[in-house]
């Protein structure tokens, strides 16, 4: 997300500038909010400040001074955030151009352009080695020094640290900076959760065993003479981490490797898919605050003194329209401007130094979530959420001028994915959630098809959540999906129905194989995992302790002793449950693909599934079987075509018979007709179906 303002397109630059300054809120080390203008005005005013402070730090006992401003209690109970000197509710006054000490060109109403504010106009600045070591050694001077001397504080780590050879950490980096463009474009990954109390007490059985990078689903099914079997489901994926699997390590598998490319012009987007109650948010909620960690380590330490600074938004899409997580849920609209660029009109984004008030914001925002209640999870979250850490800079590294976005990283926690499926409920609210939730799943499947592609055309108007982050499917772009599935026989329809999408989103990765093919998949994974930054970077600070370490994990771990008992093993690996029948999901496949040979158009009975759950699965079976039945019929076209000229040919010749032409060229048009009203037939179709469950692709917003 990016912070400059950008009220009509072809505005100057300076314009913008000056909005710039005043989009974002600096969120200062003792989570107080201070507007960029003013604080600008009030470091001017005062010599206390280092020039060290240069690239945002604003904490300390000069940094409260000069926040002022009513506490205000979030519903954390704590009253750490502080009014921003000129809240966000004065900014009508401001727009009024009343005089109140700054010039009415540093105040805008708060446009935001997702675009980065086009990355590519900013110069290419020398990033000077991935690690200079003079830096380094300025930071045992100034306050710098004590700010970044907590990395080095006496925690257990430290004396490892100090025997870290600065060569070794260069080289380290430079490695790092080699293996970047080995991330993945996409990379897919599974986690599967442990069984929670509700499960076990329905006797409900762990049907996932994972193995390396794949998995197998347990099906119990019933023959026709009421005998149970097992249908076996095998998928490959570039990562399946199972329920023994921590949070530290699912974001060392996951995020991790993507943090040092942020600061190389990457846009990332990492999200997590699945079932109401599978585990995404769970999974998601701690990748943030860690990503933003190494982010500053980074910045305090690699990237020292380079102006790099760290921003950060929430928002939700919930029924279609945006809200502020970080605004009071302050309702946002969304507009596209003459360049086709998408901004948010009035998104707040803050500017932080510190992991703590990074923490502060992603709780409010979490707080401020709206959630709804379904039978599956009380907390069921129906809104799609995202954080966005973005990396700015400004052109000579300076504070004196706007900074740019450099690299972003994403986060989206998606709604439940059988949401989708809440098209057929009586209640319109509902109705219009899962249609939007469907419509968001079948863009981003497309928006990521095409990004692998490098496809020029990519279909954000597809959906408000690809159209929010169109600037992340442009340019150098990576994408990280985490299916998160329940282990549970109960939920083994909705787990078959996330690993299929996931399967399909990896096969439209061009390093994506989803056979059964463990050698290829071993060596997607292994170029997509660069250098641990925990291997290169400065242990965690007993600071950091304080607040990233022990939020996440703790919190989790309580919830999950309360939710979790210890598991039995599950009966297939205790007793190996007879197994009739096994297919692979490289077999489902090539079953579609023949039943799209024999397509014939269902019966409306046969189009409404039985079980509403599958629909968004079906939606995007039938798509794609549209997709390839349209190739197909372009391949014939031509062999007709072909066969035409040929004909031709034949008819020029001296001699022709003129029935033999006539009955040939019907055949062909025949023919041709045939493949077009097929083709037609599958289209209005499929259009239909769009339509039953309200997901207007084209139509957009
Ligand atoms: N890997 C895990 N280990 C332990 N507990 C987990 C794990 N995954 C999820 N849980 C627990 O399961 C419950 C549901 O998880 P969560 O809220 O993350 O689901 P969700 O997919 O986000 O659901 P919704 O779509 O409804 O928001 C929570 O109590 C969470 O703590």
Redesign the pocket.
């Known amino acids: 997300m990016n912070a400059v303002g950008r009220q009509r397109s072809g505005a100057p630059a300076a314009h913008h500038q000056r909005q710039y300054s005043d989009n974002y809120l600096e969120a200062s080390s003792n989570g107080r909010w201070l507007q960029s203008a003013g604080l600008q005005h009030l470091q001017s005013n005062s010599n206390s400040l280092p020039p060290s402070q240069d690239f945002g730090y604003y904490g300390g006992a000069q940094g409260s001074r000069m926040y002022r401003g009513a506490q205000r209690t979030f519903s954390g109970g704590s009253d750490i955030f502080a009014e921003p000197l000129t809240p966000p509710a004065a900014n009508s006054r401001r727009r009024n151009g009343e005089d109140d000490g700054v010039s009415p060109n540093e105040y805008s109403p708060g446009l935001l352009d997702l675009h980065s504010f086009d990355t590519e106009l900013l110069t290419e600045l020398p990033v000077p080695g991935f690690y200079d070591p003079s830096a380094m050694h300025n930071l045992t001077r100034g306050r710098s020094f004590d700010d970044s001397e907590a990395y080095f504080g006496n925690n257990k780590q430290s004396s490892k640290s100090r025997n870290l050879p600065e060569e070794n950490v260069m080289k380290s980096f430079s490695v790092d900076k080699e293996k970047a463009s080995n991330v993945a474009k996409i990379k897919v990954v599974v986690?599967k959760?442990?069984l929670?109390k509700k499960e076990l007490a329905k006797n409900e059985e762990d049907i996932i065993e994972t193995e390396s990078n794949s998995l197998v689903v347990h099906e119990t099914k019933l023959k026709v003479d009421l005998t149970e079997y097992v249908e076996k489901h095998e998928f490959v994926f570039d990562a399946v981490l199972d329920?023994e699997v921590s949070n530290d390590e699912v974001y060392r598998e996951t995020v991790e490797p993507i943090v040092p490319i942020i600061f190389q012009r990457t846009k990332a987007t990492c999200f997590a898919y699945?079932q109401?109650?599978?585990?995404?948010?769970?999974?998601m909620k701690p990748l943030p605050l860690r990503a933003s960690r190494d982010i500053l380590r980074l910045m305090h330490h690699t990237y020292r003194n380079q102006g790099f600074q760290l921003h950060v938004s929430f928002f939700e899409i919930y029924g279609g329209k945006l809200f502020d997580l970080l605004n009071d849920r302050k309702k946002l609209c969304m507009r596209e401007d003459g360049k086709q660029q998408v901004c948010i009109v009035g998104l707040q984004e803050y500017r932080v130094a510190e992991v703590e008030t990074i923490k502060e914001l992603i709780e409010k925002g979490n707080a401020t979530r709206s959630t709804g209640t379904?039978g599956a999870?009380e907390?069921?979250?129906r809104s799609h959420a995202i954080l966005q850490l973005a990396i700015k800079r400004s052109a000579d590294g300076s504070d004196s001028k706007p900074a740019r976005v450099i690299g972003k990283l994403s986060f989206i926690?998606l709604?439940?994915s059988e949401r989708g499926a809440d098209t057929t409920d009586n209640d319109k609210q509902t109705r219009m959630e899962g249609a939007e939730i469907n419509k968001s799943l079948l863009a981003l499947k497309e928006c990521i098809r095409a990004l692998d592609n490098d496809q020029t055309h990519i279909p954000f108007r597809g959906s408000k959540l690809t159209e929010v982050l169109r600037d992340s499917f442009v340019g150098n772009s990576r994408t990280v999906m985490i299916s998160?599935i329940s282990p549970s026989s109960g939920s083994c329809e909705h787990t078959l129905n996330t690993l299929r999408y996931a399967d399909r989103v990896k096969s439209l990765s061009k390093s994506g194989s989803s056979k059964k093919d463990v050698a290829s998949s071993t060596l997607n994974l292994k170029e997509s995992t660069t250098v641990a930054l925990s291997s290169v970077l400065p242990p965690t600070s007993p600071y950091e302790d304080d607040t990233g370490d022990s939020w996440p994990e703790q919190t989790?771990k309580d919830?999950?002793e309360e939710?979790?008992y210890e598991q039995e093993k599950p009966s297939w690996r205790k007793n190996g449950k007879v197994e009739v029948s096994s297919f692979s999901n490289t077999e489902d496949k090539s079953r579609r693909v023949k039943d799209q040979m024999k397509w014939k158009e269902p019966s409306r009975s046969e189009s409404r599934y039985s079980n509403p759950d599958d629909d968004l699965n079906a939606l995007l079976k039938e798509e794609e079987d549209l997709v390839s039945a349209h190739r197909k019929q372009v391949e014939e076209t031509m062999d007709i075509v072909r066969e035409e000229m040929n004909l031709l040919v034949e008819a020029d010749q001296p001699g022709n018979q003129l029935d033999n032409y006539i009955s040939k060229l019907n055949a062909i048009l025949s023919q041709k007709a045939a493949g077009i009203l097929q083709l037609q037939n599958r289209l209005a179709h499929f259009q239909r179906r769009l339509k039953e469950h309200n997901v207007l692709v084209s139509a957009g917003h």
């Open positions: 986690r959760r442990p929670n329920e699945g109401t109650g599978s585990g995404k948010t769970y999974t379904t999870n907390e069921s979250s926690d709604a439940g998160c989790d919830e999950y939710d979790f």
